[in-house]
């Protein structure tokens, strides 16, 4: 450490960069108390630093409540938004009619050119049609049926080795060029294992597997079980996917924003934020992070895709402290992006620093809003009526929730309800309602949403107050979707600003 120590104090460092006079106002919330110029330059020195206001929690702790004497792994081939578990909650004949009519009526609309759905719009969806011709294993990226990656062996240099701390800021360097923003990591000790690994990939849901009944019927065959095997490397088989039982593993997750302004179009052939993080910096980033991880010498395995892989991956994001728990329980919340984030999750046998969960006051402020409730079309969401977060399920259009995993203090969202109501009366669109008007799907470049965003954190008794004004400023889809062909937007319809500030934060 340098023998000079500066002694400026807060007061001279805001006066310094133009806030003087703000320390008991929109500066005080939004910037940390410095003693020293020393502490300002030591608070950049880690590539994923937290907003100041956003605290670290122990691991496996995240703010929502885990009850872990009951929690178990989530069975996949249950997920609500799958044909055979729509059927069973809404019954065959219903899901049946409704999927096949789906077809017909996102044509008509075409035809029609209603807003949104019109040929511009069609020729719009296509464009952003994942492109990428190389299948997705369990193992990563095959290409005829072989891996094809760079191994330290075949460029004639030895496996890198560094520490887990180093190791960690090199992926995250990485995978920013690569297209994504930020990484989480984890080990994968007993409790991920016994816990948090699906118990199943998602697996296909064709007609041959529809239940009416109990969902415990899926057939065996329609997925494949994730198991553990004292072998020194992971592999799978027609009938399986093997996680190596005695190794050291660990969990890596990797995040980046989705379009806001996608999702503001609802509904529409777009409005689906993902759309076009699948379409691009998703298959560019797996793809590229996969042959990154594969030349310095470690494996990345675990599956990718939508229901193709070995976790749920916004519970991933929580654990790994990317984003807290939402109300609206299909996604979670980031602190920096809201609600859309595009992740992916990966087991590897590279040493990796852990990051741990945090607390940036989202979760509380979910119990007091509800506006995703209020705009969900479909009623798929608890609001304000509900209560608070609660262990217990309720049912599912008069039948037992098999849809989520219990031991999580939490609210509940019916994924069967909300697909069937895109299917019948906006197929071939993404919902998205419930995101497009979170108040954390706003925008962060003004200094406003950051004070806000620190009172979240900090003065919780107002979170009331904040999610109203929500409400009144009108946040959510544009009146009409035609208006995004105005907007002007960055590239990839990003604003790739918010990942500078994760760094610099």
């Known amino acids: 450490m340098s023998i000079f120590h500066s002694t400026m104090s807060r007061r001279q460092f805001m006066k310094a960069i133009g806030l003087a006079g703000a320390g008991t106002g ?3 919330l939004v910037a940390p108390n410095f003693h020293d110029l020393d502490e300002v330059v030591a608070s950049g020195d880690n590539l994923q630093k937290h907003p100041w206001y956003v605290k670290e929690r122990e691991r496996l ?4 409540e885990i009850d872990w004497n009951v929690i178990h792994r989530y069975d996949r081939r249950y997920m609500g938004q799958c044909s055979n578990i729509r059927a069973k909650y ?6 049946e009619k409704i999927d096949a009519e789906s077809g017909a009526l996102q044509a008509q609309r075409m035809k029609d050119n209603v807003p949104g759905f019109g040929h511009k719009w069609e020729a719009l969806r296509t464009g952003l049609s994942q492109s990428n011709k190389w299948s997705v294993s369990y193992l990563g990226p095959e290409v005829s049926g072989k891996i094809t990656a760079a191994t330290p062996e075949s460029l004639g240099v030895p496996k890198w080795q560094a520490s887990p701390e180093e190791n960690a800021k090199l992926v995250v360097a990485a995978i920013r060029l690569f297209g994504m923003a930020e990484a989480g990591f984890n080990n994968l000790d007993s409790t991920w294992r016994t816990k948090l690994v699906a118990f199943n990939e998602k697996g296909s849901s064709t007609g041959s597997q529809w239940i009416d009944t109990d969902p415990a019927n899926v057939p065996a065959s329609a997925a494949r079980p994730i198991v553990y095997e004292n072998v020194d490397q992971p592999y799978y088989t027609t009938e399986k996917w093997v996680i190596p039982a005695n190794k050291d593993l660990n969990v890596l997750y990797l995040g980046g924003p989705e379009p806001r302004e996608t999702d503001r179009t609802y509904p529409s052939r777009i409005s689906k934020s993902n759309l076009v993080a699948n379409s691009g910096t998703r298959n560019i980033a797996f793809y590229s992070t996969y042959n990154f991880m594969r030349a310095l010498g470690y494996n990345m395995f675990g599956g990718t895709g939508h229901g193709t892989d070995c976790f749920q991956t916004p519970g991933v994001a929580v654990f790994t402290g990317k984003a807290e728990g939402a109300r609206m329980s299909n996604w979670v919340i980031s602190p920096t992006w809201g609600p859309r984030s595009t992740d992916l999750c990966q087991i590897t046998d590279m040493p990796l620093a852990e990051t741990h969960p945090i607390d940036a006051g989202l979760w509380r402020f979910c119990k007091t809003c509800g506006i995703c409730a209020d705009s969900c079309p479909s009623n798929s969401i608890q609001g304000l009526d509900a209560g608070d977060p609660s262990y217990d399920m309720p049912p599912i259009n008069g039948k037992p929730d098999t849809q989520h995993i219990s031991g ?5 969202y019916d994924g069967s309800g909300c697909r069937n109501y895109v299917n019948e009366f906006i197929p071939g669109s993404g919902c998205s309602a419930c995101a497009a008007h979170c108040t954390f799907s706003t925008g962060s470049g003004a200094m406003v949403h950051a004070v806000l965003k620190s009172t979240i954190s900090y003065v919780p008794i107002l979170n009331g107050f904040l999610a109203n004004m ?5 946040y959510g889809a544009y009146e009409d979707p ?5 907007a002007a937007l960055p590239q990839f319809g990003i604003d790739s600003t918010l990942t500078a500030q994760v760094k610099s934060q």
């Open 26 to 28: 929109a500066a005080a």
């Open 61 to 64: 702790d995240p703010t929502m």
């Open 90 to 95: 809404y019954g065959k004949a219903y899901v």
């Open 408 to 412: 999580l203090k939490r609210f509940y």
């Open 470 to 474: 929500g409400r009144t400023f009108g």
């Open 482 to 486: 035609e208006q995004w062909w105005d």
